[in-house]
Every structure is written in C-alpha cells, then in structure tokens.
C-alpha cells in the first residue's frame, strides 16, 4: 500500500538543502496503455496527493529516470522515489 507521508517533505530536509530546493517526490508510471496511465494518475493525484510522471514505453521511462539525476539539486527527492511499470509491453 502507498504511504503517502513518503512522499512529504520533511523540514530537516529543506534546512540541509539550505531551504532553497523545491523538488517534490515523485512517482514514474509506465504503461503502454493511455487508459492506465489516465486512471493511476488519477488515483494517484486524487485519492494520495502524489505527483507522477508518465511514459509509454521504457526508452521514454529510462529517459526521465537518468533526468531525475542529472539535475542540479542533489536533494533525495531528484530521483524518483517509485516506479510503477507494466510487465508486458511491445
């Protein structure tokens, strides 16, 4: 089940970052299926409050996940905290 206080900030973290960094944990979905990645961020957005990012295959997944850590920020939250992929796709 999602915790979503894993995903909160805490106010030590923003003081060891100088209280400068603004990055938000997130959660990259990858599915095929537009249908899917529509009803989890929903789900995601509404019922836990959680930002996701989406791709639709794993190139575009591997894409987003090497940008989360070539970021400027060094905080914990540049990286994606989870991610939610589809066992079977083309």
């Given at each position: 089940?999602?915790?979503?206080?894993?995903?909160?900030i805490?106010?030590?973290?923003k003081?060891?970052?100088?209280?400068?960094?603004n990055?938000?944990?997130?959660?990259?979905?990858v599915?095929?299926?537009?249908?899917?990645?529509?009803i989890?961020?929903?789900?995601?957005?509404?019922?836990?409050n959680?930002?996701a990012?989406?791709?639709?295959?794993?190139?575009?997944?591997m894409?987003l996940?090497?940008a989360?850590f070539?970021?400027q920020?060094?905080c914990?939250?540049?990286?994606?905290k989870?991610?939610?992929?589809?066992?079977?796709?083309?």
């Open positions: 089940m999602i915790n979503p206080n894993d995903f909160m805490e106010e030590e973290e003081e060891s970052n100088g209280g400068h960094c990055c938000q944990p997130k959660v990259l979905c599915d095929d299926n537009v249908f899917n990645i529509e989890l961020g929903a789900i995601l957005q509404s019922q836990h959680i930002t990012d989406f791709a639709e295959n794993g190139i575009e997944a894409k996940f090497e989360g070539n970021k920020c060094n914990e939250n540049r990286a994606y989870l991610v939610l992929m589809d066992l079977e796709m083309p």
